[in-house]
């Protein structure tokens, strides 16, 4: 069947980042079977070149890779994008998957893993959500921090907070509700859309959130539960 340009045009992009050639090939082949138009890039330099040449809705980057490592991808991805990304990596680097999240990425698959998985985690995170993440428009205050969800931006008394999207959601959802424990599905929910991702996100999106925050407000662990907000 031929496909207009038109419906070419309303297909999602996934840059596929990685230097093995065969697994660039199966996530390529398992992504347009699913409806996706797939581009590859064989390292870091290579995918900085196709994000600078067309739109991506989404990037499947491989931690490990020459040049430009997926680490240096990703942060210089979050620079100046909010693109989705999706980070792979080696079944012992507990430390690479934690450092991945931390500079942004959205969520992490350890090697080796279900390409179908991979597939569904993608088609989650470019699901829209069925509700704003944040319910509330107006300003939010909880003593020295404040949040503005419509500017997407949130200060510690009268200096501005440098959030990632992910660490201004958690903070705009805990602030709307303060004392109120939240599970991490939850927190999933509000700041991810979906709960397809693992809670561990959570939890290395949150203690990156704490540092910045630093002593104004307190983001109390809820243990086996989730977390909570209180003012000091």
């Known amino acids: 069947m031929l496909v207009s340009s038109g419906d070419i045009d309303r297909r999602r992009r996934i840059l596929v980042v990685d230097d093995e050639a065969n697994l660039r090939m199966l996530l390529r082949r398992y992504l347009e079977r ?18 600078a040449e067309q739109p991506f809705d989404l990037a499947v980057v491989d931690i490990m890779m020459p040049k430009v490592d997926g680490f240096d991808l990703v942060r210089q991805i979050r620079s100046h994008s909010d693109l989705p990304v ?11 998957r934690v450092a991945g999240l931390e500079l942004g990425a959205d969520d992490y698959m350890v ?22 993440p944040v319910p509330h428009s107006e300003v939010l205050e909880v ?20 959030l990632t999207r992910r660490e ?18 939850q927190l999933l929910d509000h700041a991810w859309g979906t709960r397809y991702v693992s809670a561990k996100t959570v939890d290395v999106h949150l203690s990156g959130l704490r540092r910045k925050l630093g002593d104004a407000v307190s983001v109390q662990t809820i243990r086996g539960v989730g977390y909570r907000l209180d003012p000091l």
């Not at 993608?122 to 509700?131: E, F, H, I, S």
């Not at 949040?147 to 949130?154: E, K, L, M, N, T």
């Open 34 to 51: 699913d409806g996706y138009l797939v581009v590859e890039a064989v390292d870091g330099a290579d995918a900085l070149q196709r994000l």
């Open 143 to 162: 003593g020295r921090v404040r949040a503005d969800p419509s500017s997407r931006r949130a200060w510690v008394d009268d200096g501005e907070l440098d």
């Open 86 to 96: 999706i980070i792979l990596t080696g079944r012992g680097e507990e430390s690479s």
């Open 111 to 132: 090697k080796p893993f279900s390409i179908p998985e991979l597939v569904a985690r993608v088609r989650a995170r470019l699901r829209r959500p069925g509700t704003e």
């Open 168 to 185: 201004f959601d958690l903070l705009a959802a805990l602030l709307a509700a303060p004392g109120r424990v939240y599970t991490r599905d």
